[in-house]
């Protein structure tokens, strides 16, 4: 499952917005005040307080799965530019 995609830089492209009710239903295990969700077209990116998930379709059959998580995202390499 790990696949390394979650970076700094790959979290400062994504736009994020608050999730909906709809949102929260489709991820119940959601316990931050202010959960984030970021759809890339390819990726749904899920921002829960420090922890990050990421789902996407890597056989191309229409099944979502997760595909890389990070526990705390304030752990992150900074970037070296």
């Given amino acids: 499952m790990k696949t390394n995609l979650i970076t700094r830089d790959f979290l400062a492209s994504l736009k994020f917005r ?20 970021a759809d890339t077209g390819d990726y749904l990116v899920v921002i829960d307080g420090d922890r990050c998930e990421v789902y996407g379709d890597p056989a191309g059959d229409g099944t979502v ?16 530019y």
């Fill in 18 to 37: 608050v999730m909906t009710p709809q949102d929260h239903n489709g991820f119940a295990g959601v316990d931050s005040p202010v959960p984030l969700i």
């Fill in 65 to 80: 799965d997760l595909i890389d998580i990070c526990t705390n995202i304030r752990a992150l390499p900074m970037p070296q």
